[in-house]
């Protein structure tokens, strides 16, 4: 089966070349080409002579993702949806999304299609998990949004469909990929991954972005939306076996290990999370390492609910419902919440809803396949 130029690394990619009896800076050559050039098939990678051409083409291929949709919003965000190829895996339908905003232009980028960790307030959770992205198909989001757009992003969000830290591997080939200063380069400082949060992930991710220069100063962004531990394992359910208390010993390891400020995502539900206890609660965290909160408000999801099962779901459900009508990002009592916070030194951002309505916002990514 021949394999896609844009899941291979560098070093990778010599030794491949290397065992084809083909001299490795011909490695280095396609590696410019598909990643700083963004060939899109052989014929467009630059400098190599037609029978080195013939040579690669049994064993390697360069397969872009298919765009099926974009739709941008009125604050100007692009949500993309993508087919993948099906020469390579089973093919499925993804978004990626484009935020534009006066200093930056982020992508979110997707890591699965779909989602197996069944968090209440996403739609992305609501489909189940199809299958993990290649390291190919996580690259490929980013060069088919410059394709499409003309738009270089400056920065990149590991937020999108799926849980990055579940679909490890490619993870971690992909930024390897994205870092590498002969292809895309962009630097790490510019990356964030999020994640709901895995015991022995955070400490591996940690462990590994630190052995690697290219990529050591990824930010690592953890979905906290409470404190409370009861009302987290009703959010998050995967949050039962990967305690609070576990998840806070590695980030205080990731801190360690790397230097880099952790942020804490937390999606605002009126009445459940803001009270003066989760204020207190998160003025202590935040000192326990450097670290920012980013408050986000709830972005309804369009898509299929289950009955609620107790009366904490069924409190979440309401919200959910009430959030179809009414958007939350003014409301009086989230910006009294962010003063209370700042009352007690709490560095604290409110996340904008970016293309909420093209449902692009947090929460909100979720196909049909
Ligand atoms: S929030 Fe993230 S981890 Fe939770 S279901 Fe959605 S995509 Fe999966």
Redesign the pocket.
């Known amino acids: 089966m021949k394999q896609n130029l844009r899941g291979i690394k560098q070093q990778e990619l010599k030794e491949e070349i290397k065992n084809l009896g083909i001299p490795a800076f011909r490695a280095e050559q396609i590696f410019i080409s598909v990643h700083s050039k963004l060939a899109k098939n052989l014929d467009e990678v630059k400098g190599i002579p037609k029978e080195l051409a013939l040579k690669l083409n049994p064993h390697f291929t360069i397969e872009p993702l298919d765009l099926i949709t974009s739709t941008t919003s009125k604050d100007e965000t692009v949500k993309f949806l993508f087919g993948t190829g099906d020469t390579i895996s089973r093919k499925v339908k993804i978004e990626s999304v484009l935020i534009k905003e006066e200093d930056r232009n982020t992508v979110c980028v997707s890591t ?1 299609a ?6 209440e ?6 489909m189940g998990l199809l299958r993990n992205l290649t390291p190919a198909e996580i690259v490929s989001q980013i060069y088919e949004i410059i394709s499409i757009t003309g738009i270089v992003p400056s920065n990149l969000v590991f ?5 990055p830290f ?1 679909n490890y591997a490619s993870l971690m080939d992909s930024l390897e990929i994205l870092t590498d200063k002969k292809g895309f380069g962009i630097p790490s400082r510019r990356i964030t991954v ?3 949060g895995f015991t022995g992930r955070i400490k591996k991710f940690a462990d590994d972005i630190s052995a690697n220069a290219n990529l050591r100063n990824i930010k690592l962004a953890l ?1 906290l939306h409470s404190t409370d531990r009861g009302f987290r394992e009703t959010l ?1 359910p ?1 949050s039962k076996k990967n305690t609070l208390p576990a998840i806070y010993d590695e980030l205080v390891y990731f801190y360690r290990k790397t230097g880099n400020k952790v942020t804490y995502e937390y999606i605002y539900f009126e009445g459940l999370n803001d009270t003066d206890n989760d204020v207190k609660r998160l003025a202590k965290l935040q000192r326990m390492i450097p670290s920012n909160i980013n408050v986000i408000p709830f972005h309804p999801v369009d898509f299929e609910l289950k009955p609620p099962l107790d009366i904490l779901n069924k409190k979440i459900h309401e919200k959910i419902i009430h959030g179809k009508e009414k958007s939350l990002s003014n409301s009086k009592n989230l910006l009294d919440f962010i003063a209370r916070l700042r009352k007690e030194r709490v560095t604290v951002n409110l996340r904008s809803s970016s293309g909420v309505d093209i449902n692009a916002a947090c ?1 909100q ?1 979720a196909v049909k396949n």
């Open positions: 699965q779909g989602c197996n960790a069944g968090c307030f996403c739609a992305t959770g609501k937020m999108g469909m799926g849980e579940l999020s994640t709901v979905s998050i995967v929460g990514l």
